[in-house]
């Protein structure tokens, strides 16, 4: 996994993946305490970075291996991103996603070709089903994160953050990712170490889901006690990646633990200052740096807002319970 | 009023205006039966088009005037934009605002430093109190749409459209604009006479706030009925302006009409597919691309999303009332 495979990935993905805008807001600054800048990720298409990943990963296929189809498990991202990228190859997709995903996700999965498999969370172990089924049907498994085609892809925000912050004289900011198994993180951290090396990667996590804060505090992977039942359903992972843990210890300052309300709260600042829809999951790096900024150092702060795949209830509820003024 | 002042505005915009994305959704494209391209102005500075031409006018002044302060009369998107442009010169603004103009737009409006001045819409005259304030303290008034510097800054709008649009090959459309006196609809319609002659601007208006509708189908000024009360609220003005009319008879085809609820089915169909916040006013002309596509021809429409400066409780109502599935 190096640096030379994110920007092969990009190559790959140039006129397919979208260039996300870097957002600021004087507003938001004055929250912060500092100047912000949001990576509005969730103007990917399919609504999160996952598409990115997808892509990747999908196109780096032999055309045998397209033909034969591909196989994801998700709660609902990775799914709408590898279905879109599938599609969009001819590849026929088999998605396996938690039975209390977000509805939206799992009917846009479906709406984007994929066929849908639902599991429960709490009981049933998805890697097995994947595995199962990926062996039986001659699928590819694209695993969400431990997959290096897929960090690679995750990877190539990095290299668009390091150009955009370059073209407003930033060079050097903490940079807060929404963390879940790690791939955005590490694909971000190894794009930066290469184009902005003073910049620093900072994983934020929702309170009693951060296994990569402790993993990285203690320097051995740990695991959360739950598996589920987070409004940060997009970052909810038991524990960091085989592949991307290393990379990480290598590459990351400490993880940031946010409460759940915070990243409602940070919805609510998103609508009213950058008029961006956010998912709690893809808030969380914006939450950190409006309301976390003590752990945070330096005069610029980049947040990457990673996804905005709510449903209109989650969402109207983070606008009524934490009005922005 | 030309294409070469429109140019000028632009290179005085030049790294202090957003270049917003013209963005794209392959679900939005199955419900308008066509490619249909979103130009995001809601992600611009003070969330609409109108920091555009408040830049451009404030931009335009002596030093002398801009220490003098500037006045203007606006629903709230024009006042956010010229006061955001005013304090960025550091100059004065005073600002002169409908006392039902939505929360939030007034409360932004003081937030970026502007003195507010609340007046009865259906009972005063804003352009009397504009007139009288500006001679009494020296300001120079920046009127909303029949201001030549206000209708070139509006038209770097469509110098991106031509732009961003070629660059994915499409180089003939209908292009849906928001329309209130016409700034934006005029000056885009200028710049893509210039750079996509093969473009055909179209103004969107509202049920009962068709006064551009039916000027150009009479070829003759028309007036609204009613002055206020429509949630379209960015884009209710009693009549064409002097100069914006006779610039969108020449270049502009017919006008489409649409009613307030298809704004808010609009706005919960931006907030599931392309992740952005839209106002009623804002969210026109992507319902008249999704909901009145028989009134368009050709097989890629484009729509500016002209701004995103609702409060939480409208825009929760259109997410409630109008699910997007």
Not at 34 to 51: C, D, I, N, P
Not at 141 to 150: G, N, R, S, T
Request: glycine letters at 10%.
């Amino acid at each position: 996994m190096n640096i030379a495979m994110i920007r092969a990935a990009a190559l790959r993905l140039e006129g397919h993946v979208r260039r996300t805008p870097l957002l600021n807001s004087s507003f938001v600054d004055e929250i912060s305490g500092r100047r912000l800048w949001m990576k509005a990720e969730a103007l990917q298409h399919t609504g999160s970075f996952k598409f990115r990943g997808g892509w990747s990963a999908v196109s780096a296929l032999s055309s045998q291996a397209q033909k034969a189809g591909v196989i994801a498990f998700s709660s609902g991202n990775h799914a709408q991103g590898v279905a879109l990228a599938a599609r969009m190859h001819g590849a026929s997709a088999v998605i396996i996603m938690p039975s209390n995903a977000p509805k939206s996700k799992v009917e846009n999965t479906r709406a984007l070709g994929a066929e849908v498999i639902l599991y429960d969370r709490d009981t049933e172990d998805r890697q097995e089903i994947g595995r199962s089924l990926s062996q039986a049907r001659g699928l590819t498994l694209i695993q969400p994160y431990d997959e290096p085609e897929v960090i690679a892809g995750q990877g190539t925000c990095g290299l668009e953050i390091a150009a955009q912050a370059a073209a407003v004289g930033i060079t050097e900011a903490d940079v807060l990712v929404c963390c879940g198994g790690g791939g955005l993180t590490s694909g971000v951290a190894l794009a930066l170490e290469a184009e902005a090396p003073n910049m620093w990667v900072r994983p934020v996590e929702p309170v009693d889901f951060d296994d990569v804060t402790r993993s990285l505090a203690t320097g051995m992977a740990q695991t959360n006690a739950r598996l589920g039942g987070s409004i940060c359903d997009a970052i909810v992972t038991p524990t960091p990646g085989a592949l991307t843990f290393p990379i990480m210890q290598r590459l990351c300052g400490a993880g940031i633990v946010v409460p759940e309300e915070d990243c409602l709260r940070a919805m609510s600042v998103a609508f009213a200052r950058f008029k961006i829809v956010l998912e709690p999951g893809g808030a969380i790096g914006l939450a950190a740096a409006l309301y976390h900024g003590d752990q945070v150092s330096g005069k610029d702060v980049i947040c990457i807002a990673s996804g905005g795949n709510v449903d209109a209830e989650m969402f109207a509820r983070a606008l009524a319970e934490y009005p922005c003024t």
